[in-house]
């Protein structure tokens, strides 16, 4: 986009725009960018989430194994409490899947 000495417009692909439009649309395109930043940032901190729940869940099986419990004895409790009502709840996983706990 350049300015046009004298008339107060810019050109911008050969056609003249009115300096209120161009400065809209310089507007746009620098919304745009700040909002693919800020998607970019979310992705990153969901990332980390995902990392931190990850090692959460590592360092709790760790905890069980080291008390000598059985994991799977665990995991069978924590279902079965799960299922003791008439319909299994669903949750949504990370890949927006649903499974049945």
Known sequence: MRFKQGCGCFFEGGRKLN???AKVREDIRKAEARA???EEYVKTLRAKERQL???EIITRIRAMQGKGTDIMDVLRD???RNWSGSEPEAEETRGG???DL
């Open 19 to 21: 300096r209120k439009i």
């Open 36 to 38: 693919r930043e800020a």
């Open 53 to 55: 729940e990850d090692e």
């Open 78 to 80: 924590v279902q079965n």
């Open 97 to 99: 899947m649903r499974h």
